[in-house]
């Protein structure tokens, strides 16, 4: 009987392709670890120094606060990627002109108020973040100012509880109808907008982000100052501090691209707009207006979207002349 070959040449080929697919799923492995560790983030979060932990809403806030508990309250929001650190400048002025200011790092911000579910930063939790912090301070009628996502979230606080506010001020972003309004029917906004459609993917945002050591958002600061650069560092250096913050646009992505109509606003409002904005066309901007039932002031500025590091005196002149009138 005639014994048949070994398929010799077969084997070693199916080996051969074996061990390859067994190294490019371990690349895959080792590669999906690396862009998790750095997504993730591995500093741990401390209370800030000069800032006083408030528990509110059921997580525990860092909060700046400063000037005198008998002048006039004024609560300031920021936006993304900041913290309370870019208002320092102002609340040091407004103590000076008589008051009382305070700025929260907000949801996912806070090292003690960073829930792991999307869902958790939805616009109607971060608003009752806000008042609830205002509440366990005793502040009752407040100014209300906020700028970017801040913004959004101070629209949403104006439109619901008008009877709380003496006045607001948004920096940049439009009444959030208008802007979901532009976002749909404006193509320059929709274009404008591709940054956050981006960011409805999971871990990569968070990655490209913190690459290279914060390469591209380090690039986003380059208005900012060293020392305020060196705090958001730290601060989006830590453990899903960047997921928390990305994960604003991700649980609130259906009310810009479906639209939300959170009402007229029935307060006092400024408006304060750079016409040189990469994220918000002149559209939403411009579309402001026809949601106001009270007085409202719109201010155009030669300037981008950071009013504050780019234009400091026009912005800190029309705040105080916007608080003083009410």
């Known amino acids: 009987m005639k014994l048949k070959p070994k398929p010799v040449k077969q084997n070693k080929t199916l080996k051969i392709m074996g061990a390859i697919l067994l190294f490019l799923l371990a690349v895959c492995i080792i590669g ?20 006083t932990r408030i528990t509110a809403n059921g997580y525990s806030f860092s909060v700046k606060i400063s000037g005198s508990k008998q002048d006039t309250p004024v609560i300031l929001l920021h936006g993304f990627p900041e913290s309370s650190v870019m208002w320092e400048s102002l609340m040091s002025n407004l103590n000076k002109n008589g008051y ?6 907000q949801r996912g911000y806070s090292f003690g108020a960073r829930p792991k579910a999307v869902g958790e930063y939805e616009l109607t939790h971060l608003a ?3 008042l609830s912090i205002v509440d366990s301070l005793g502040v009752d009628k407040f100014h209300l100012i906020g700028h970017d996502w801040g913004s959004i979230v101070g629209w949403q606080i104006a439109a619901d509880n008008p009877e709380r506010l003496l006045t607001y001020t948004s920096l940049s972003v439009p009444h959030l109808t208008a802007f979901s309004r532009a976002y749909r029917e404006d193509s320059l906004q929709f274009k404008a907008s591709r940054y956050v459609r981006n960011f409805q993917v999971k871990k990569i945002p968070e990655f490209m982000l913190a690459r290279s050591n914060y390469k591209m958002l380090r690039s986003v600061w380059r208005e900012h100052q060293e020392k305020e650069i060196h705090s958001y560092l730290d601060l989006f250096s830590q453990q899903n501090a960047l997921t928390s913050a990305l994960n604003w646009y991700r649980a609130n992505f259906k009310l810009i691209a479906e639209g939300k109509d959170i009402g007229m606003i029935k307060v006092p409002v400024l408006f304060i707009w750079g016409k040189n904005d990469f994220a918000l066309m002149r559209s939403g901007a411009e579309w402001t207006e026809d949601y106001m039932e009270d007085y409202y002031r719109f201010v155009e500025l030669d300037a981008g979207h950071w009013l504050i590091q780019e234009s400091y005196e026009e912005v800190f002149n029309e705040i105080t002349d916007h608080l003083g009138k009410f």
Do not use: F, M, R, W
């Open 128 to 130: 009752k973040d806000i």
């Open 32 to 51: 999906l670890i690396y862009v998790n560790k750095v997504a993730v983030g591995s500093g741990t979060g401390t209370l800030p120094e000069g800032y």
């Open 100 to 105: 009382y200011t305070i700025a929260p790092d």
